[in-house]
């Protein structure tokens, strides 16, 4: 089975940005789609950006014009770009990956913390 795992999160001050990366163990043309989603502390894991296998990329609204998904195939790998982060930022960042018959992956998760 694929394997997805995450790295790239810390600790940054607000305004600051980091690159997010998920590498597969496979290749990712096995993906219909994948994804990046974040869970805050009490709070439920929320969508932050997926891509298709075709290159379609969708936002969550309250990312918008900060962060951008993209993939790299010839890598096996998704990038998460965040821009102007801020507190509200913080959460552990989770890659998803959805094969071809909808079955889903998920990485072990890492965390961002925006604080000054």
């Known amino acids: 089975q694929v394997q997805l795992v995450e790295s790239g999160g810390g600790l940054v001050q607000p305004g600051g940005s980091l690159r997010l990366s998920c590498a597969a163990s496979?290749?990712?043309?096995?993906?219909?789609?994948m994804g990046w989603y974040r869970q805050a502390p009490g709070k439920q894991r929320e969508l932050v950006a997926t891509?298709?296998?075709?290159?379609?990329?969708n936002y969550a609204n309250s990312v918008k014009g900060r962060i951008t998904i993209s993939k790299d195939n010839a890598k096996n790998t998704v990038y998460l770009q965040m821009n102007s982060l801020n507190p509200e930022d913080t959460a552990v960042y989770y890659c998803?990956?959805?094969?071809?018959?909808?079955?889903?992956?998920w990485g072990q998760g890492t965390q961002v913390t925006v604080s000054s």
């Open positions: 891509i298709t296998h075709s290159g379609t990329t």
């Open positions: 998803n990956a959805v094969q071809w018959d909808y079955k889903q992956l």
């Open positions: 496979g290749s990712i043309f096995s993906f219909r789609a």
